[in-house]
C-alpha cells in the first residue's frame, strides 16, 4: 500500500519500521503493525475516536456475533457487487471485526486470478492497537476519513459502517466504478432503548442516501430482534454506544438483571462511483 504524507502529500516509502517521504516527515509503525497518519495539529482533542473501553466493550460484544447476521450480508453483497475487487478499504474499521470477516470472504471468492488486499482506517489508535495485533494480514493506518492518506483513485471497494466521511474524499480514493457499501441505523434501529431515554424518540430516516459521486445500485433493510439475558454481554452492547452515559444507572442495573430485547433495523446500501 502507497501512503500519501498527511503534511505535504508526496509518497510515503517504508524505510525499517518507519514512513518517510522526501521532506523528511517521519512517521513510526507501532509494534502492533499500525502506523499512525494524524499528526498532532490535526487533531481535534488528545485523543481522537472511540476510547479504550469502548472498544473493548465493542470486540467482545461482536465476538460473541451478536451482529454476525449484518456481518454476514454485507459480505454477500461485496461479493455478488465487487467480484473483481482487488483493493479494497474498510472506512472506520474499529478493531476489525466487520474487516476481517470482509477479507475472508472476498478472498475466499475471488476468481482464482484475483489477489484481494484490504486498507482500514480509523481515527481511534485504541482501536487499531487490537485491530492490527488480532489481523496481521490487514494494513491498518490511524487516519481522518475526512483526510484521508492516500492517493486519489486507490480502491476498487470500500466499506463503511456508521463512519463519518466526505462524500468528495470517498470518491477522491476510489477508482472509477468502484463499489462503496455502506450500512446505516434503519428506523426502528434499538427503538426500545430510545424510548427509555427520550421522551419523545424519533425514528430514523427511511429515505436513500444521496453521496456525491455515487450511484445508488441497491438498498434494504436487515431487521432482527436482539435478545440478551447475559449481564456481562448487555454491560458490553451498552458499553459500545452512547446508551453507557444517556441511561440511568438504575435502568442500566435493571436490563442487566432482567435481560435486553430491542430492535435492530440496519439500512444497507450499495454504490457505484461514477
Not at 482464482?112 to 490487514?138: T, V, W
Not at 483513485?153 to 470517498?170: C, G, H, K, N, Q
Request: aromatic letters at 12%.
Amino acid at each position: 500500500m502507497k501512503y500519501r504524507c498527511p503534511l505535504c502529500s508526496q509518497t510515503l516509502q517504508i524505510e525499517a519500521k518507519s514512513w518517510r517521504c522526501s521532506a523528511n516527515h517521519v512517521f513510526d509503525c507501532a509494534k502492533e503493525g499500525y502506523v499512525n497518519l494524524l499528526p498532532v495539529q490535526k487533531k481535534n482533542s488528545k485523543d481522537p475516536g472511540d476510547n479504550k473501553l469502548m472498544i473493548l466493550a465493542r470486540r467482545e460484544f461482536l465476538t460473541r456475533g451478536y451482529y454476525q447476521r449484518l456481518s454476514d450480508r454485507v459480505n454477500q453483497l461485496a461479493n455478488e457487487f465487487a467480484v473483481n475487487a482487488t483493493s479494497g478499504l474498510d472506512v472506520g474499521c474499529g478493531e476489525g471485526y466487520y474487516s476481517h470477516r470482509l477479507f475472508e470472504s472476498m478472498r475466499a471468492l475471488a476468481p482464482k486470478d484475483i489477489s484481494f488486499s484490504l486498507q482500514g482506517l480509523d481515527i481511534s489508535k485504541s482501536a487499531l492497537k487490537f485491530a492490527s495485533k488480532r489481523y496481521p494480514s490487514i494494513d491498518f493506518c490511524v487516519a481522518s476519513a475526512f483526510e484521508m492518506p492516500f492517493y486519489d483513485s486507490s480502491f476498487d471497494f470500500m466499506l463503511r459502517i456508521y463512519a463519518p466521511s466526505l462524500d468528495e474524499e470517498l470518491w477522491r480514493v476510489m477508482k472509477k466504478e468502484g463499489i462503496l457499501v455502506t450500512v446505516s441505523a434503519g428506523p426502528k434501529h434499538h427503538f426500545a432503548l430510545k424510548k427509555l431515554i427520550y421522551d419523545e424518540p424519533e425514528l430514523h430516516t427511511e429515505e436513500s442516501s444521496d453521496i456525491q459521486g455515487f450511484e445508488l445500485l441497491h438498498n434494504e433493510r436487515l431487521e432482527w430482534i436482539l435478545e440478551m439475558d447475559n449481564s456481562l454481554d448487555i454491560n458490553h452492547f451498552l458499553n459500545m454506544t452512547p446508551y453507557a452515559w444517556k441511561l440511568t444507572d438504575s435502568q442500566k442495573q435493571v436490563l442487566s438483571d432482567t435481560g435486553l430485547t430491542c430492535e435492530l433495523d440496519f439500512k444497507i446500501e450499495v454504490f457505484k462511483a461514477i
